[in-house]
């Protein structure tokens, strides 16, 4: 009995302690599942999370790679033409026939007969009062006026016009030019060079040098003024102080020019370019048109560094040569010349 008791006590111990031990083992695992339930549902959440962001970016893109179409011509709206009303037209005069009769009115100094209407020998017919239709717009008036003495012009014949021509323009020479680039009034000398170097100068020569001056005396404005002066053995001086521009001033000067040869003597000692700059420097010129050889006969070596010296107080020196080569020693004085004055230089010939 004693056996039986401790064998029943012995596995009653061996059933509680299992039943601890089996209640331990439960508890941990529940806990660890309970961990394991906790980490799997934050990797889910992670995934999800995760998922939800690539999908929106990658998933939901809808980017077509081809696209089909077909182009067709779109036609521009037709523009309604609208056609402006006529013009009001005038109508025709219109008349409404009615049954009345036309009535007449008899005179006579006739006694009244029983019929109550005036009798007459010789009764006067008067004709209708003009209708008037108060419906109608109102006629234009006449259209045309007769004029007695008048030539009549024929309708659908067009006359032809006659454009007046315009007059040819005027060439202009190298001086007239030079004179008109210059701004302001001007008061220009022409100096005529007729010494003993210049008898063997042939006259047409003269004569187109002459011509020039005459031809840009035309040209001057009528606030510009000018002077003649013509040398050889003397100092022929046109007149006493500038001429002003007008048309009689300037033909009478044309026709002194024309005519230059005759005003001065030849005989005795000769006066030169350089003398004559210095006589006109005293009037203050403005421009000075100066033809000469270019040969100074007041001085035997003429040094081209003084003559700027000369030049002085004549303004712009337009030097005109003729006759002469670009390096002829009296070619190249006038031409220092007008370099140093700011002028020109031109051989007419060339």
């Known amino acids: 009995m004693v056996f039986v008791a401790s064998d029943i006590q012995h596995t009653a111990n061996s059933n509680l302690?299992?039943?601890?031990?089996?209640?331990?083992?439960?508890?941990?695992?529940?806990?660890?599942?309970?961990?394991?339930?906790?980490?799997?549902?934050a990797l889910h959440l992670i995934v999800g999370v995760i998922g939800f962001f690539f999908w929106f970016n990658v998933a939901p893109s809808r980017h077509a790679d081809n696209i089909d179409a077909i182009f067709t011509t779109v036609e521009e709206p037709k523009t309604k033409r609208i056609t402006p009303p006529k013009r009001q037209q005038i109508r025709k005069q219109?008349?409404?026939?009615?049954?009345?009769?036309?009535?007449?009115?008899?005179?006579?100094?006739?006694?009244?007969?029983?019929r109550g209407v005036v009798s007459a020998a010789e009764p006067t017919a008067f004709e209708p009062f003009e209708k008037v239709h108060l419906g109608e717009g109102i006629a234009p008036g006449p259209t045309s006026i007769k004029l007695k003495g008048v030539p009549r012009i024929q309708r659908?014949?067009?006359?032809?016009?006659?454009?007046?021509?315009?007059?040819?323009?005027?060439?202009?020479?190298?001086l007239v030019k030079f004179i008109e680039a210059q701004e302001g009034p001007q008061r220009i000398v022409y100096c005529v060079d007729l010494s003993a170097s210049m008898q063997n100068l042939a006259d047409r020569k003269l004569k187109r040098?002459?011509?020039?001056?005459?031809?840009?005396?035309?040209?001057?404005?009528?606030?510009?003024?000018?002077?003649?002066?013509?040398?050889?053995?003397?100092?022929?001086?046109?007149?006493?102080k500038f001429v002003p521009v007008a048309e009689d001033?300037?033909?009478?000067?044309?026709?002194?020019?024309?005519?230059?040869?005759?005003?001065?003597?030849?005989?005795?000692?000769d006066h030169d370019m350089l003398t004559v700059l210095t006589e006109t420097a005293k009037s203050a010129p403005t421009i000075v048109v100066l033809f000469s050889d270019g040969i100074p006969t007041s001085i035997t070596t003429p040094d081209l560094t003084l003559v700027g010296e000369h030049a002085k107080g004549?303004?712009?020196?337009?030097?005109?040569?003729?006759?002469?080569?670009?390096?002829?020693?009296?070619?190249?004085?006038l031409k220092q010349l007008s370099i140093v004055s700011k002028g020109d230089f031109w051989l007419v010939d060339r």
């Open 209 to 240: 040098i002459v011509d020039t001056m005459r031809d840009s005396l035309t040209f001057l404005e009528p606030h510009d003024s000018f002077n003649i002066v013509a040398f050889s053995t003397e100092l022929v001086v046109y007149q006493d």
């Open 94 to 114: 219109t008349e409404q026939s009615t049954n009345q009769p036309n009535m007449k009115i008899l005179t006579s100094n006739q006694p009244v007969t029983h």
């Open 314 to 333: 004549n303004g712009k020196i337009f030097a005109m040569g003729i006759g002469m080569a670009p390096n002829f020693p009296g070619a190249v004085m």
């Open 156 to 174: 659908g014949v067009e006359r032809p016009v006659k454009k007046q021509q315009k007059a040819p323009e005027r060439i202009k020479s190298r």
């Open 249 to 269: 001033t300037v033909e009478v000067s044309s026709a002194y020019l024309a005519d230059i040869k005759s005003h001065i003597r030849t005989k005795g000692t």
């Open 17 to 41: 302690y299992n039943a601890i031990l089996f209640i331990r083992i439960g508890i941990k695992m529940k806990a660890r599942s309970s961990t394991s339930l906790l980490i799997s549902f």
